[in-house]
Protein backbone atom coordinates (compact mmCIF):
# COMPACT_ATOMS: atom_id res chain seq x y z
CA UNK A 1 0.00 0.00 0.00
CA UNK A 2 1.04 3.60 -0.73
CA UNK A 3 1.66 5.83 1.89
CA UNK A 4 -0.16 8.34 -0.30
CA UNK A 5 -3.71 5.74 -0.10
CA UNK A 6 -5.48 7.49 2.75
CA UNK A 7 -8.61 7.80 1.05
CA UNK A 8 -8.71 3.90 1.78
CA UNK A 9 -8.45 4.77 5.47
CA UNK A 10 -12.58 4.52 6.21
CA UNK A 11 -12.88 1.64 4.56
CA UNK A 12 -9.83 -0.44 6.59
CA UNK A 13 -11.48 1.43 9.68
CA UNK A 14 -14.32 -0.91 8.89
CA UNK A 15 -12.59 -3.79 7.63
CA UNK A 16 -10.49 -4.00 10.86
CA UNK A 17 -13.74 -5.04 12.67
CA UNK A 18 -14.25 -7.35 10.00
CA UNK A 19 -15.38 -10.97 10.83
CA UNK A 20 -12.70 -12.60 8.89
CA UNK A 21 -9.49 -12.74 11.30
CA UNK A 22 -7.33 -12.46 7.87
CA UNK A 23 -9.01 -9.51 6.65
CA UNK A 24 -9.30 -7.69 10.22
CA UNK A 25 -5.32 -8.69 10.70
CA UNK A 26 -4.06 -6.85 6.80
CA UNK A 27 -6.63 -3.89 7.84
CA UNK A 28 -4.69 -3.16 10.53
CA UNK A 29 -1.61 -3.98 8.96
CA UNK A 30 -2.25 -1.39 6.17
CA UNK A 31 -3.64 1.23 8.89
CA UNK A 32 -0.07 0.96 10.42
CA UNK A 33 1.31 1.74 7.04
CA UNK A 34 -0.73 4.63 7.00
CA UNK A 35 0.90 6.42 9.83
CA UNK A 36 3.16 8.71 8.31
CA UNK A 37 3.63 12.06 9.14
CA UNK A 38 1.72 13.40 5.60
CA UNK A 39 -1.38 11.36 7.05
CA UNK A 40 -1.76 13.19 10.34
CA UNK A 41 -4.92 15.18 9.41
CA UNK A 42 -6.77 12.10 8.03
CA UNK A 43 -6.62 9.95 10.86
CA UNK A 44 -7.24 13.18 12.86
CA UNK A 45 -10.65 13.53 10.59
CA UNK A 46 -11.66 10.12 11.58
CA UNK A 47 -10.74 10.00 15.15
CA UNK A 48 -14.53 9.45 15.87
CA UNK A 49 -14.42 6.28 13.84
CA UNK A 50 -10.98 5.04 15.41
CA UNK A 51 -12.36 5.69 18.64
CA UNK A 52 -15.51 3.44 18.10
CA UNK A 53 -13.28 0.64 17.62
CA UNK A 54 -13.45 0.48 21.33
CA UNK A 55 -16.96 -0.36 21.53
CA UNK A 56 -16.50 -3.12 18.60
CA UNK A 57 -16.35 -6.31 19.96
CA UNK A 58 -15.05 -9.11 17.07
CA UNK A 59 -11.62 -8.56 18.58
CA UNK A 60 -9.28 -6.45 21.01
CA UNK A 61 -8.34 -3.70 18.98
CA UNK A 62 -6.94 -1.59 21.83
CA UNK A 63 -3.25 -2.03 20.74
CA UNK A 64 -4.11 -0.49 17.48
CA UNK A 65 -5.87 2.21 18.95
CA UNK A 66 -3.05 2.65 21.22
CA UNK A 67 -0.46 3.08 18.61
CA UNK A 68 -2.88 5.65 16.56
CA UNK A 69 -3.34 7.52 19.54
CA UNK A 70 0.61 7.96 20.46
CA UNK A 71 0.70 8.21 16.70
CA UNK A 72 -1.79 11.35 16.73
CA UNK A 73 -0.13 12.81 19.95
CA UNK A 74 3.41 12.45 18.18
CA UNK A 75 2.32 14.68 14.92
CA UNK A 76 -0.17 16.48 16.07
CA UNK A 77 0.05 19.63 18.16
CA UNK A 78 -1.70 20.16 21.49
CA UNK A 79 -2.93 23.13 20.25
CA UNK A 80 -4.76 21.50 17.79
CA UNK A 81 -5.96 18.82 20.23
CA UNK A 82 -7.13 21.87 22.71
CA UNK A 83 -9.11 23.66 19.55
CA UNK A 84 -11.41 19.88 19.32
CA UNK A 85 -11.95 20.46 23.13
CA UNK A 86 -13.14 24.11 22.08
CA UNK A 87 -15.19 23.77 19.10
CA UNK A 88 -18.39 22.22 21.65
CA UNK A 89 -18.24 18.90 19.37
CA UNK A 90 -18.66 16.94 21.87
CA UNK A 91 -16.69 13.30 20.70
CA UNK A 92 -14.06 14.74 19.40
CA UNK A 93 -13.76 16.87 22.57
CA UNK A 94 -13.75 13.82 24.54
CA UNK A 95 -11.17 12.04 22.44
CA UNK A 96 -8.94 14.92 22.46
CA UNK A 97 -9.61 15.66 26.21
CA UNK A 98 -8.09 11.13 26.87
CA UNK A 99 -5.33 12.06 24.46
CA UNK A 100 -4.32 15.39 25.86
CA UNK A 101 -4.36 13.98 29.89
CA UNK A 102 -1.64 11.41 28.80
CA UNK A 103 0.79 14.70 27.99
CA UNK A 104 -0.65 17.79 30.22
CA UNK A 105 0.10 18.30 34.12
CA UNK A 106 -3.09 18.45 36.27
CA UNK A 107 -3.62 22.17 36.57
CA UNK A 108 -3.72 22.39 32.32
CA UNK A 109 -6.06 19.28 32.64
CA UNK A 110 -8.45 21.20 34.93
CA UNK A 111 -8.09 24.70 32.96
CA UNK A 112 -9.41 23.03 29.65
CA UNK A 113 -12.98 22.47 31.89
CA UNK A 114 -12.84 26.29 31.00
CA UNK A 115 -13.24 26.28 27.47
CA UNK A 116 -15.29 23.03 26.96
CA UNK A 117 -18.80 23.01 26.61
CA UNK A 118 -19.13 19.60 27.41
CA UNK A 119 -19.94 18.03 30.42
CA UNK A 120 -18.55 14.92 30.30
CA UNK A 121 -15.10 16.95 29.44
CA UNK A 122 -15.96 19.26 32.47
CA UNK A 123 -16.73 16.46 35.07
CA UNK A 124 -13.20 14.29 33.88
CA UNK A 125 -11.13 17.90 34.10
CA UNK A 126 -12.32 18.77 37.53
CA UNK A 127 -11.38 15.08 38.87
CA UNK A 128 -7.94 16.35 38.15
CA UNK A 129 -8.23 19.33 41.37
CA UNK A 130 -7.71 16.56 43.81
CA UNK A 131 -4.11 16.07 42.13
CA UNK A 132 -3.76 20.07 42.28
CA UNK A 133 -2.45 21.11 45.92
CA UNK A 134 -0.84 24.68 47.34
CA UNK A 135 -0.22 28.06 44.96
CA UNK A 136 -1.23 25.75 41.67
CA UNK A 137 -4.84 24.38 43.24
CA UNK A 138 -5.27 28.41 44.59
CA UNK A 139 -4.80 29.74 41.19
CA UNK A 140 -6.89 27.55 39.67
CA UNK A 141 -9.56 28.08 42.54
CA UNK A 142 -9.69 31.67 42.29
CA UNK A 143 -10.27 31.61 38.07
CA UNK A 144 -13.00 28.75 38.00
CA UNK A 145 -14.90 29.85 41.16
CA UNK A 146 -16.20 32.60 39.20
CA UNK A 147 -16.79 30.89 36.25
CA UNK A 148 -20.28 30.72 34.47
CA UNK A 149 -20.83 27.01 34.40
CA UNK A 150 -22.71 26.15 37.88
CA UNK A 151 -21.44 22.47 37.63
CA UNK A 152 -17.86 23.17 37.57
CA UNK A 153 -18.37 25.83 40.53
CA UNK A 154 -19.86 23.20 42.62
CA UNK A 155 -17.29 20.69 41.75
CA UNK A 156 -14.65 23.72 42.90
CA UNK A 157 -16.51 24.36 46.01
CA UNK A 158 -16.35 20.63 46.98
CA UNK A 159 -12.81 20.55 46.59
CA UNK A 160 -12.37 23.34 48.06
CA UNK A 161 -14.03 22.00 51.01
CA UNK A 162 -11.70 19.64 51.26
CA UNK A 163 -8.26 21.61 50.30
CA UNK A 164 -8.56 25.01 51.93
CA UNK A 165 -11.61 25.39 54.09
CA UNK A 166 -10.27 28.37 55.66
CA UNK A 167 -10.48 29.99 52.27
CA UNK A 168 -13.62 28.65 51.19
CA UNK A 169 -15.66 30.48 53.82
CA UNK A 170 -14.85 33.66 51.94
CA UNK A 171 -16.65 32.31 48.84
CA UNK A 172 -20.20 31.45 50.39
CA UNK A 173 -21.29 34.54 50.28
CA UNK A 174 -20.13 34.86 46.01
CA UNK A 175 -21.61 31.44 45.51
CA UNK A 176 -24.68 32.25 47.61
CA UNK A 177 -25.56 35.58 45.41
CA UNK A 178 -25.69 33.32 42.32
Not at 63 to 89: D, P
Not at 155 to 161: A, E, L, P, S, W
Amino acid sequence: MEKSDIVFLEALLIRVNDWVPLIRDLAGEAIKELMVDANKQAFIERIDSIWQLKNKGRCDHSLLIREISEFILKNVSQEELIEKIRTGHRTLARIAFELLSKTLPAQDLVRLALISKDIVVIKKAGSYLYQLNGDDFESVFRTMIGSSNAYLRCIMFQVGIKKIPEQIQNSYVHMLVD
